[in-house]
């Protein structure tokens, strides 16, 4: 798929997983076609990927052109004067519908727009409506009207959408910062505290139905039930499956060049819960040696970005916690906070949080400070108003480093012991579990068969050739394109996955393989047909001019299979050499 709008995550190859939320999401935008989709915030802390997926179904939406035209906007966290606010919402929109409608990618990030240039291109489609709202917010932005600027330009998409009769789905991410960082003056001395609440009637519309996100949630929640009371629907983002978890670390291996194995795979998808934020921050730690191969290489980096003043996740939730401290008033803040995080593993009270931490303060400043720590996801609660810490080991480990000192003479080196302890427990319950799941040696063996592919192949034809059998006259092993697993796209009917997919270029043979790590089953021809199916819709979709269709099956094949795959070119494979580091 083509990329419109820039992605944060960079190699658009990284963004892996979140299945779900795509299907749930794109099947939402279907529904705003209709004008049955309800405005929704998706709840997830910070660093899990919320902008990463706005921005893939703004590109997956964009690409479909099929009805729905999307509209992207990221508040940012600096000050901005509302005038000048209202300027950038309307011309980032009017831009990114022209893209859409004359399917001009330069349009989506132009080079300093103007007013003036929108009023042409707008005539220039014949939009005459639209011309009249860009020439209704010209005088406005020259007397500096803000506050009418902004009514008229917020209102833009949904009034654009009911004249023309189309669905405008606008997607606003870090929406929490339009109450703390627009203010009424230019010189930002006067801050709106209730901004939010202009869409009280904007956002119920479901010609443009507005899909909110936020990495402060107790911010946002606090804003949305105070001020867009009942007007939004919740999503709740969780933290990536085991098997999205270590699709994504294999990813990382190839893309980062840091080479991993089936055990260590399956210790850091373990070691960072599925936080797509932890595993992107190992791979890419500036530790200088990283070793992913062995446990202790994976311990030495872990303990480099959660203790190291250097350390990229460090750093960043530090950046965080001194941002929200001041704002609650420290004293017993912290010890809170490192109370509840010691006790990650139960809901406590209020009461109880009073007694044993000997708390000499009334209730009523207990709950202002409990909920400060609330809205600024540094604790949780739920519906009794129970309290518990943040169900992350490693922010727990980095917020006792940096303040433990001040709480409980904490020592450094009782962290490592931790996480070696950790790692101890993991490798039993590794132990135990290899050999019973079978997608744990397949998608290793996926990788191993990628990696060998992307980086050896080539060099070696003769050797690799001799590896699988019933290969095409001429065929050649070459430096792909990309090397990559092949996920149907979302929504598509029935929903497919090609374990291997080497893109050549067009002159050269790509290959589509179908890959089978099993102790005895062998691969059957039931098996053989649904992956010929699979890749026909692949090689469709992709437009694969000359390709060559394998199997590689550690545990062999039956006895009617290799004829099949002589019949129909299709290659073969049951040598334990593509799994070899």
Same mark, same amino acid.
């Given at each position: 798929?083509?990329?419109?709008?820039?992605?944060?995550?960079?190699?658009?190859?990284?963004?892996?997983?979140?299945?779900?939320?795509?299907?749930?999401?794109?099947?939402?935008?279907?529904?705003?076609?209709?004008?049955?989709?309800?405005?929704?915030?998706?709840?997830?802390?910070?660093?899990?990927?919320?902008?990463?997926?706005?921005?893939?179904?703004?590109?997956?939406?964009?690409?479909?052109?099929?009805?729905?035209?999307?509209?992207?906007?990221?508040?940012?966290?600096?000050?901005?004067?509302?005038?000048?606010?209202?300027?950038?919402?309307?011309?980032?929109?009017?831009?990114?519908?022209?893209?859409?409608?004359?399917?001009?990618?330069? $349009? #989506? /990030?132009?080079?300093?727009?103007?007013?003036?240039?929108? =009023?042409?291109?707008?005539?220039? @489609?014949?939009?005459? &409506? +639209?011309?009249?709202?860009?020439?209704?917010?010209?005088?406005?932005?020259?007397?500096?009207?803000?506050?009418?600027?902004?009514?008229?330009?917020?209102?833009?998409?949904?009034?654009?959408?009911?004249?023309?009769?189309?669905?405008?789905?606008?997607?606003?991410?870090?929406?929490? $910062? #339009? /109450?703390?960082?627009?203010?009424?003056?230019?010189?930002? =001395?006067?801050?709106?505290?209730? @901004?939010?609440?202009? &869409? +009280?009637?904007?956002?119920?519309?479901?010609?443009?139905?507005?899909?909110?996100?936020?990495?402060?949630?107790?911010?946002?929640?606090?804003?949305?039930?105070?001020?867009?009371?009942?007007?939004?629907?919740?999503?709740?983002?969780?933290?990536?499956?085991?098997?999205?978890?270590?699709?994504?670390?294999?990813?990382?291996?190839?893309?980062?060049?840091?080479?991993?194995?089936?055990?260590?795979?399956?210790?850091?998808?373990?070691?960072?819960?599925?936080?797509?934020?932890?595993?992107?921050?190992?791979?890419?730690?500036?530790?200088?040696?990283?070793?992913?191969?062995?446990?202790?290489?994976?311990?030495?980096?872990?303990?480099?970005?959660?203790?190291?003043?250097?350390?990229?996740?460090?750093?960043?939730?530090?950046?965080?916690?001194?941002?929200?401290?001041?704002?609650?008033?420290?004293?017993?803040?912290?010890?809170?906070?490192?109370?509840?995080?010691?006790?990650?593993?139960?809901?406590?009270?209020?009461?109880?949080?009073?007694?044993?931490?000997?708390?000499?303060?009334?209730?009523?400043?207990?709950?202002?400070?409990?909920?400060?720590?609330?809205?600024?996801?540094?604790?949780?609660?739920?519906?009794?108003?129970?309290?518990?810490?943040?169900?992350?080991?490693?922010?727990?480990?980095?917020?006792?480093?940096?303040?433990?000192?001040?709480?409980?003479?904490?020592?450094?080196?009782?962290?490592?012991?931790?996480?070696?302890?950790?790692?101890?427990?993991?490798?039993?319950?590794?132990?135990?579990?290899?050999?019973?799941?079978?997608?744990?040696?397949?998608?290793?063996?996926?990788?191993?068969?990628?990696?060998?592919?992307?980086?050896?192949?080539?060099?070696?034809?003769?050797?690799?050739?001799?590896?699988?059998?019933?290969?095409?006259?001429?065929?050649?092993?070459?430096?792909?394109?990309?090397?990559?697993?092949?996920?149907?796209?979302?929504?598509?009917?029935?929903?497919?996955?090609?374990?291997?997919?080497?893109?050549?270029?067009?002159?050269?043979?790509?290959?589509?393989?179908?890959?089978?790590?099993?102790?005895?089953?062998?691969?059957?021809?039931?098996?053989?047909?649904?992956?010929?199916?699979?890749?026909?819709?692949?090689?469709?979709?992709?437009?694969?001019?000359?390709?060559?269709?394998?199997?590689?099956?550690?545990?062999?094949?039956?006895?009617?299979?290799?004829?099949?795959?002589?019949?129909?070119?299709?290659?073969?494979?049951?040598?334990?050499?593509?799994?070899?580091?």
């Amino acid at each position: 798929m083509k990329i419109y709008l820039p992605e944060k995550i960079g190699n658009t190859d990284l963004f892996t997983g979140r299945k779900k939320e795509l299907t749930y999401f794109l099947k939402w935008m279907n529904r705003s076609k209709r004008y049955i989709a309800k405005s929704t915030a998706i709840l997830s802390r910070r660093k899990t990927g919320k902008s990463a997926l706005m921005q893939r179904l703004y590109n997956i939406t964009f690409h479909n052109n099929d009805g729905v035209i999307p509209f992207y906007f990221e508040i940012k966290e600096h000050k901005q004067w509302l005038g000048d606010f209202a300027l950038d919402f309307f011309k980032a929109f009017l831009f990114q519908y022209f893209a859409f409608k004359t399917r001009q990618v330069e $349009y #989506i /990030n132009p080079y300093e727009p103007s007013l003036e240039q929108a =009023t042409e291109i707008a005539g220039s @489609l014949n939009l005459d &409506y +639209l011309v009249q709202l860009i020439n209704n917010a010209r005088p406005l932005v020259r007397d500096e009207k803000s506050d009418r600027l902004w009514n008229l330009v917020r209102d833009t998409p949904r009034i654009l959408a009911f004249h023309y009769n189309e669905t405008v789905v606008q997607m606003i991410d870090e929406f929490q $910062y #339009i /109450n703390r960082f627009i203010f009424h003056d230019k010189a930002c =001395t006067h801050q709106f505290d209730a @901004l939010a609440g202009s &869409y +009280l009637h904007t956002i119920e519309y479901t010609q443009s139905p507005m899909l909110l996100s936020g990495s402060r949630v107790g911010w946002l929640m606090q804003d949305l039930q105070t001020l867009l009371p009942g007007r939004v629907t919740y999503y709740s983002m969780h933290p990536l499956p085991e098997n999205e978890a270590l699709e994504m670390i294999y990813r990382y291996s190839q893309i980062e060049e840091v080479p991993v194995t089936e055990k260590t795979a399956y210790l850091i998808a373990r070691l960072t819960e599925g936080n797509p934020f932890y595993i992107g921050g190992l791979f890419q730690s500036q530790y200088h040696d990283k070793d992913f191969t062995s446990e202790s290489g994976v311990l030495t980096v872990l303990d480099y970005e959660t203790l190291h003043v250097d350390g990229k996740i460090r750093g960043t939730w530090l950046e965080y916690l001194r941002s929200a401290f001041p704002r609650i008033n420290e004293k017993y803040a912290k010890d809170i906070v490192l109370y509840l995080s010691k006790n990650l593993d139960r809901s406590i009270s209020r009461p109880e949080l009073k007694k044993e931490m000997g708390l000499e303060i009334p209730d009523q400043e207990l709950d202002n400070k409990l909920r400060a720590l609330l809205y600024s996801d540094i604790i949780e609660m739920d519906y009794a108003n129970i309290y518990y810490g943040v169900q992350d080991n490693i922010f727990g480990k980095i917020f006792r480093s940096e303040y433990g000192l001040d709480i409980d003479s904490f020592k450094p080196e009782a962290l490592r012991n931790e996480y070696k302890q950790l790692f101890a427990s993991l490798h039993k319950k590794y132990k135990s579990l290899r050999g019973k799941h079978n997608h744990y040696k397949g998608m290793y063996a996926e990788f191993m068969l990628i990696q060998h592919l992307r980086l050896v192949a080539h060099r070696n034809n003769e050797q690799y050739q001799a590896m699988m059998e019933n290969l095409l006259d001429g065929f050649q092993f070459v430096e792909y394109k990309s090397v990559l697993g092949y996920h149907s796209p979302p929504l598509h009917e029935p929903a497919f996955q090609i374990d291997v997919f080497a893109r050549a270029k067009p002159d050269q043979i790509s290959l589509v393989g179908e890959v089978k790590h099993r102790q005895t089953t062998k691969f059957s021809l039931k098996e053989t047909k649904q992956f010929q199916e699979n890749a026909a819709v692949l090689i469709d979709m992709e437009q694969i001019e000359t390709y060559q269709l394998f199997v590689f099956s550690s545990a062999g094949f039956h006895d009617d299979v290799l004829p099949y795959f002589r019949e129909n070119d299709i290659a073969w494979s049951d040598d334990a050499g593509w799994l070899e580091q």
